[in-house]
């Protein structure tokens, strides 16, 4: 158990519908990182907030989007889905810009 | 769990032998790599890292070796077992917090 968790497990859902996904951190990190891990793309870093910021972006689309929250846990907001949206969706947390922890992820399926 | 990255490449090693597994990485200007396995149905684990101003770090039945000329970063195991059976990625960061993993390579155990 990394310390970090993360709600839903799993997920379905239809194309053009909007889903949050959710994750806390562990105790006493700050930063909060989301992957996205697709069979054909391998792990994706989207993007890094740190102590309610966002401090780094990678190949996150125009229709996702995050905050970190004053109690640092931070939501994952996926809109307009399609079907190549489908894919594990795993948040990390990091004290610093170092060992992340990941957690066990939530598994969307848009149909 | 779900099967990670159905086209990776695979390196399939006798139980008891030594597995090296190799990453090519991209940007010239990451200074912090991490090797990461991952099981089926869970999160990246941390396994080992290592900065840039070093090329070699020993852990517990891991060595992970930097050659930043030819940019390349790999991953040993000793006496391998069936245990270290998972995907492993190598990951880069920059001081402009770009992280990017590899494609990952899947270790199979033969008994």
């Known amino acids: 158990d990394s310390g970090v968790t993360q709600t839903p497990k799993h997920l379905i859902t239809a194309t053009g519908q909007r889903v949050t996904l959710r994750c806390s951190p562990r105790s006493g990190d700050l930063s909060v990182y989301w992957y996205q891990q697709s069979l054909d793309q391998g792990l994706q870093f989207l993007i890094q907030y740190y102590n309610g910021e966002e401090r780094a972006k990678g190949n996150i689309l125009e229709r996702f989007s995050a905050q970190q929250f004053p109690d640092l846990h931070s939501e994952l907001n996926l809109s307009s889905l399609e079907l190549g949206d489908s894919a594990l969706y795993f948040c990390?947390?990091?004290?610093?810009?170092?060992?992340?922890?990941f957690g066990p992820g939530t598994r969307l399926t848009v149909l | 769990g779900e099967s990670v990255g159905l086209h990776l490449p695979t390196l399939s090693v006798q139980e008891g032998d030594n597995s090296i597994i190799n990453c090519a990485y991209s940007?010239?200007?990451?200074?912090?790599f991490i090797w990461y396995k991952q099981e089926s149905g869970k999160g990246p684990q941390f396994i080992i890292d290592i900065r840039s101003n070093m090329d070699k770090r020993q852990g517990q039945r891991v060595t992970v070796l930097l050659n930043k000329t030819v940019k390349h970063l790999s991953l040993q195991i000793a006496a391998t077992q069936p245990g270290d059976s998972a995907v492993y990625f190598c990951a880069e960061y920059s001081s402009a917090s770009k992280i990017i993993f590899g494609s990952g390579t899947r270790l199979s155990i033969r008994p």
């Open positions: 940007n010239s200007a990451s200074d912090y």
């Open positions: 990390a947390s990091s004290l610093k810009l170092d060992e992340q922890f």
